[in-house]
């Protein structure tokens, strides 16, 4: 009787099944991976039977409405990871010694500086870099950081300096934190309040996470208060914008960027008023990963901030 001969199956896949895989688990949903890949649910769901196929075991389990890996499948994300890295870097020094300067760059932005600075500063990278495409989310400072650090955005502008020493930082503008009050307001005549009489009114607070907050719990720190818990805190808004209107409707009054109340100064909606003892002024910071290397548009982006003197003057201080 002849000995059955078991063979083990050589397993193969290719570097595309391995982006989709990576995908699947990071977001946790095929529909989700699809999007990211821009294939549809089905083709996804195709690809990762195929890949389970070539390597003979379940990679996924579907639990409801979530996809978790499997013991297996979690070691070969993170090989995945490292061959999808190394791929990545390989086809950027290849662009870079070709001298290419088309491409996309993914830039995560604080709220000042991504709604009232960068909008202009990329149209004039534009018109010098026509075939590169920024793609500009705003998020706070936070965030931003996180996903820096997690490659999902190959640069981060932040409101406030990093402590993380993976993160590479240049400084970009100045800017200045004012009080900011209806025209209608009986301090609208004045150009400096206290901090006491400041804590008794009601205040709108920026979110947790905000460069602003950060920066505003810091100088009030400074200044012997308990941050912003001092303060009579009506509403917490997510970004200046909100911020803005409510005091507008009366809601409260708040610390914002000087940059930010531009356009309502100068309709003459909102005053600018400067805390006694606090002179608020902060820096905004380009970040990237120093562990990654980065793509040809994303160096002559950098190099476009950094060498352009007349960018640090666009965040001149209001009032």
């Known amino acids: 009787m002849k000995k059955t001969s078991h063979i083990t199956p050589s397993v193969d896949f290719d570097l595309r099944q391995l982006e989709i895989f990576q995908k699947v688990v990071e977001l946790g949903s095929f529909s989700k991976a699809g999007e990211a890949v821009h294939l549809a649910q089905a083709s996804v769901s195709e690809r990762i039977a195929t890949l389970e196929s070539a390597v003979g075991e379940k990679l996924l389990d579907r639990l409801g409405r979530q996809v978790v890996p499997t013991k297996l499948g979690e070691l070969l994300y993170q090989h995945a990871l490292s061959l999808l890295e190394t791929k990545r870097r390989v086809c950027l020094e290849v662009e870079d010694f070709l001298g290419v300067r088309k491409g996309t760059i993914d830039?995560?932005?604080s709220t000042i500086p991504g709604e009232?600075?960068?909008?202009?500063?990329?149209?004039?990278?534009?018109?010098?870099?026509?075939?590169?495409?920024v793609s500009l989310t705003i998020g706070d400072s936070r965030e931003i950081e996180t996903r820096v650090l997690e490659g999902r955005f190959e640069l981060g502008v932040i409101g406030s300096r990093s402590s993380n020493r993976t993160l590479v930082a240049h400084e970009l503008w100045t800017d200045e934190l004012v009080l900011a009050v209806p025209v209608t307001h009986p301090w609208a005549g004045r150009r400096i309040v206290s901090l006491e009489d400041l804590s008794k009114e009601p205040y709108i607070a920026r979110e947790s996470g905000s460069g602003t907050l950060q920066m505003l719990?810091?100088?009030?720190?400074?200044?012997g208060f308990q941050g912003i818990e001092s303060f009579r805190v009506v509403a917490r808004f997510g970004t200046s914008t909100a911020v803005k209107e409510g005091i507008k409707a009366g809601l409260g009054i708040s610390i914002l960027s000087s940059l930010a109340l531009e356009t309502e100064i100068k309709a003459g909606i909102l005053t600018p008023l400067r805390v006694k003892g606090l002179r608020m002024t902060r820096r905004f910071y380009l970040v990237r990963d120093r562990r990654r290397t980065s793509s040809p548009p994303c160096k002559a982006?950098?190099?476009?901030l950094l060498s352009s003197s007349s960018l640090r003057d666009v965040a001149k201080t209001s009032g």
């Open 107 to 109: 830039l995560g932005c």
């Open 301 to 304: 982006f950098v190099d476009f």
């Open 116 to 133: 009232y600075i960068l909008p202009n500063v990329i149209g004039r990278f534009g018109e010098q870099y026509p075939d590169v495409t």
């Open 217 to 223: 719990e810091q100088y009030l720190q400074k200044a």
